[in-house]
């Protein structure tokens, strides 16, 4: 049995398709925290964005799914009120607005932790765990600090004088260490098309969708897990669970969890917010963001903008009218800041700072449709984290977990978490 059909869920749930296998989710769609929608021609990710790593990629290539590079776009950065593109991340640096003792010390410190990173392999990780990202780039300028807190707080949910500097390190150098464009890649159809693919290959009788599990109860021979449908509890008995649900969930199914790992687990909490819009627009011609792909924006109500459209028109060949993309806020911070506000505030807010990046598609930004969402995004990779991770991933009995808590932020985690949970219970089950 499998609780939670998002992302590690479902991968485990492809691992283990050949077994006798029921699937329970609370919402009435899998995906968990990836959700795509359609365009006419395009289609957009209000929650995670890409695609890179190499169990992912793997994964959608078993599905059947076109995975779509990003090579080609644009660097780019929205910083002091000026939009700023580059053919690449080095000549981006220096256009951009700062003084030269900015641009000096924000490459010094990138080519420091470069140096750290390549030598990740022979150094100690709980060693580079145990202090943050902060701890790791030493004394900066404040915009070195600004923009590495934004890189991090969109990508592992903290800024750098809170993240794992194990976590933290390959985030910061993400932007300007290499080409970020040849890196990210994007799933034909939207990123949950994989959660939606793995579903339709499975037995519908086996996929129980819109019910909500109250209680993991773990039995001398397997596991009790009861869930309420249709008002009358229910329960069903397993040899093995893998329950794919995130850490504060599972603190509420679970009674009897062992001390260190529910300590374990509460700091993962809370999880951070997020405000994602995607944006359906309707110009006939080419704009100003055709070549971008993502954007770090500072000082903005967003801090990432991401073209999903990008993708499509790459692999098409062709600008068709029309086009999407996503605003998004994963700081936590920003997030609540918008969380007492209607989907219509949100949005003259959004168009506002879309119109300072983009000046000259105001009357295109002005017609666009927004879908908002928002999120508890991400958990708390704190420094200290890898001396917990053990204890998170380690089974309860014949009661599994994955996730990206268990692992690492994103997709990687995710995915990676739930091949790895799919395999220890096969390994049980043969043995």
Known sequence: MIVGAGLAGMTAAHELRDRDLVVIEKEDRVGGRTLSGRHGEYWYNSGAQFVWDKRTLALCRELGLDVIDGDGARAAIFVRGRLVEAANPYALLAKMPLSAREKLDFGLTI????????????LDRRRLDGQSLADLMGSTTPFTRQILDN??????GLGIDEVSGWIGLAYAIHLFGGDVNDTLKAVRGGTQAITQTVAER????????????????VEPEGVAVSYRRNGEVETLQARHCILAAPAPAVLEMVPGLPADKRAALERMQPYTEGLNVAWMTDESGPMPW???????????????????????RRRD???RPGGTFVTLSISGEKARGFSALSDEEIRRAQVADLKRMFPSAGEVLDRARVRVERWRALPRFRKGWLADQQVI???FGHLHFCGDYTAQPGTPGAVGSGYHAAQAVRAALEA
């Open 202 to 217: 499975l037995d519908p009788e086996r996929l129980v969708l819109g019910v909500a599990v109250t209680q993991v109860t």
């Open 393 to 395: 991933r380690a089974p």
């Open 111 to 122: 080519r420091r932790l470069r140096r750290l990173a390549d030598r990740m392999p022979s």
């Open 317 to 319: 060949g062709e600008r």
């Open 290 to 312: 055709d070549r971008l792909l993502a954007v770090p924006v500072l000082g903005a109500s967003f801090e990432l903008f991401s073209n999903n459209a990008y993708f499509a």
């Open 151 to 156: 890189v991090t707080e969109n990508g592992a």
